[in-house]
Nanobody
Framework: QVQLAESGGGLVQAGGSLRLSCAAS????????MGWYRQAPGKQRELVAIFPSGGRTNYADSVKGRFTISRDNAKNTVYLQMNSLKAEDTGVYYC???????????????????WGQGTQVTVSS
């Protein structure tokens, strides 16, 4: 029904940059918030950054000043620009779409949250 397609992960040296993209597809009417989470080996998934429909972005303290989240509502796409990457940024990065309202049939709609499949980011020190 709704799919999130992530791209942009890879291997980079410490101090380098990567840009992640996540495009939501389907019969989407609106999306409340879009964001990024990450999960390092042996650790819990944690919020990296989120971009609500109201526009007030929120970042994990560990990435403030280095990462920038942006969103293209017309394309249902969210981006994460990651600069000055550190080894501790290594992990699987997941796109998360919150409050996705989709058209079902006639006047019926449905609202759910969705996760992407994840993209690996590896920062070598």
């Amino acid at each position: 029904q709704v799919q999130l397609a992530e791209s942009g992960g890879g291997l980079v040296q410490a101090g380098g940059s990567l840009r992640l993209s996540c495009a939501a597809s389907g019969s989407i009417l609106s999306i409340n918030a879009m964001g990024w989470y990450r999960q390092a080996p042996g650790k819990q998934r944690e919020l990296v950054a989120i971009f609500p429909s109201g526009g007030r972005t929120n970042y994990a303290d560990s990435v403030k000043g280095r990462f920038t989240i942006s969103r293209d509502n017309a394309k249902n796409t969210v981006y994460l620009q990651m600069n000055s990457l550190k080894a501790e940024d290594t992990g699987v990065y997941y796109c998360h779409a919150v409050g996705v309202k989709v058209q079902l049939h006639f006047f019926a709609t449905s609202t759910n949250d969705y996760w992407g499949q994840g993209t690996q980011v590896t920062v070598s020190s």
